[in-house]
């Protein structure tokens, strides 16, 4: 157990992926006896396992059907990530576009699993020309690099559309 723990403890969130139904419960059962006797019992519980759902409701804990792992929406009824949180920038990109404006916004995109880099590096590669041409950090952005900004502000918001299914396989992956 102690293994899987170091793997995939994330601060404090638990992070597993299991094929097996009969495993899944193993590591549940073993994981909450631990971290209970150690007093530090697990709250949050989120699975896309009907068999641990059903475990879960017969406990009275409650389970989520939409949660975030590692900063990224996991939505477990579709086993699905996205990426929706960024529709919370929008107000952050309605201020005048300056150097530390483009730091502000591109600095908040986390996307661990790179399935927004060329996004983000889109917006970081403004950031940089912004150096490279010695603009100030609350100077007004010339315009061929205002319009872009605007562009990549714009068009940002369509990647909150995107979802990406959590296991990307085959068949044969699952024996």
């Not at 949660?67 to 086993?79: A, I, K, M, P």
Request: overall charge negative; proline content about 4%.
């Amino acid at each position: 157990m102690a293994p899987l723990i170091d793997r995939n403890m994330y601060m404090d969130d638990f992070v597993a992926s299991e094929n097996e139904e009969t495993k899944l419960t193993t590591i549940y059962g073993q994981l909450t006896a631990m971290m209970n006797t150690i007093h530090l019992p697990m709250s949050k519980w989120a699975t896309n396992s009907t068999t641990l759902q059903l475990e879960w409701q017969a406990e009275g804990l409650s389970t989520q059907t939409e949660t975030q792992v590692l900063g990224v929406d996991w939505y477990t009824e579709s086993d699905t990530f996205s990426l929706s949180s960024l529709a919370a920038l929008k107000v952050l990109t309605e201020r005048p576009a300056t150097k530390h404006h483009i730091l502000q916004i591109t600095s908040r995109l986390y996307d661990p699993l790179g399935l927004i880099s060329p996004v983000i590096l889109t917006g970081k590669l403004l950031f940089q020309d912004t150096w490279s041409r010695g603009i100030g950090w609350h100077e007004m952005l010339p315009s061929d690099i205002g319009t872009q900004w605007s562009s990549w502000c714009s068009d940002r918001h369509h990647v909150s559309d995107v979802s990406t299914p959590r296991w990307i396989g085959t068949a044969d992956d699952l024996d």
